[in-house]
C-alpha cells in the first residue's frame, strides 16, 4: 500500500489466492495517492491477484462480502489531462468517487473507471470496462458494460 492517503480494511478481507493465476508472478497495488484519496474495502471481501487500486483524489470503496478476480483494475481519476500541456497534471476536480454496492461480484479483466456506481449484489462480467452507474441486482458487461439481464432471487 502506498500514498498520502488512507486505506481502511474491515474484518476478514482476503487479498490474493491460491491457487489462481499470477498468485506467484504478480501482485496487489493499492494506492491512495494523495492526503484527499481514501480506499475503503467491506468486511468478508476476497481479492484475487494482479488488482490495481488507485485512489488519486477522492475515494474507492468496495462494500462488504465482494468477490473480486484477476486482473481488475478500479481508478478514480484520469491522472493527467488530454492536451499535451496538461499531460504532466493531475487536477483534482477531475477525480470522482467510486462505489461499488454489498455482495458485487466482478470477473477477471474488468476495468471501472471514475465515478462509477455499482448496486448491491450485480455481477460484472469478465472483460468488461464499467464507465457508468450500474443499478442493483444485475448482470452488466461489455465495453462500456450495460445491464444484460436482472438476477432473479
Keep these: 500500500m502506498l500514498g ?5 480494511f474491515e474484518r476478514n478481507v482476503r487479498l490474493g489466492y491460491f491457487p489462481s493465476p499470477f498468485f506467484l508472478s504478480g501482485y496487489i497495488h493499492i494506492e491512495s495517492r494523495n492526503k484527499t484519496a481514501r480506499i475503503a474495502i467491506g468486511e468478508g471481501t476476497h481479492i484475487n491477484n494482479n488488482f ?15 468477490a473480486i478476480g484477476t486482473n481488475v483494475e478500479i481508478l478514480d481519476s484520469d491522472f493527467h489531462g488530454i492536451k499535451v500541456c496538461d499531460r504532466n497534471t493531475s487536477n483534482p476536480e477531475n477525480a470522482k468517487p467510486v462505489v ?13 473507471m471514475k465515478g462509477v456506481a455499482i448496486g448491491n449484489g450485480s455481477v460484472i462480467a469478465n472483460g468488461s470496462t464499467v464507465i457508468g452507474t450500474i443499478p442493483p441486482g444485475v448482470v452488466a458487461g461489455g465495453n462500456p458494460a450495460r445491464v444484460l439481464k436482472v438476477i432473479q432471487e
Design 4 to 8: 498520502a492517503g488512507t486505506v481502511e
Design 52 to 66: 490495481v487500486a488507485i485512489a488519486e483524489h477522492s475515494i474507492i470503496k468496495i462494500g462488504k462480502r465482494c
Design 100 to 112: 461499488i454496492g454489498d455482495d458485487v461480484f466482478i470477473g477477471s479483466n474488468v476495468k471501472i
